[in-house]
């Protein structure tokens, strides 16, 4: 790729896990996260937890500072599958069970 092209991609990840997480078990917080994300040069981000949304608006500010979209996400059992939910809230995944 030309250098010049470079400005034309985006960097993201929506699918990625804090220790906010109820079910997984990691070492680093949402701020940690967008942190080195940053460094990364990472400019959008789903946090997915299992089963719940992602809702913590001191985090969702400080993506913004940092120039990060910070997309409501959740990861959810649904008939057997993991499905990843962009842009969604508590009330949405409450009523998702099933397809």
């Known amino acids: 790729m030309r250098k010049e092209d470079d400005n034309d991609w985006i960097k993201l990840d929506l699918h990625i896990h804090t220790f906010d997480d109820p079910k997984d078990k990691l070492d680093y ?3 940690e ?3 080195r994300a940053r460094r990364l040069g990472f400019s959008v981000l789903a946090i997915t937890l299992h089963d719940a949304v992602f809702d913590r608006p001191e985090v969702f500010a400080a993506a913004q500072r940092l120039k990060i979209l910070l997309i409501p996400a ?6 057997g599958a ?3 939910l962009l842009n969604v809230n508590r009330e949405d995944v409450e ?3 099933i397809f």
Do not use: T, V
């Not at 959740?74 to 008939?79: D, G, K, L, T, V």
């Open 74 to 79: 959740a990861e959810m059992r649904i008939q």
């Open 95 to 97: 009523e998702l069970r």
């Open 82 to 84: 993991d499905i990843i």
């Open 33 to 35: 996260l967008l942190a």
């Open 29 to 31: 917080s949402a701020h």
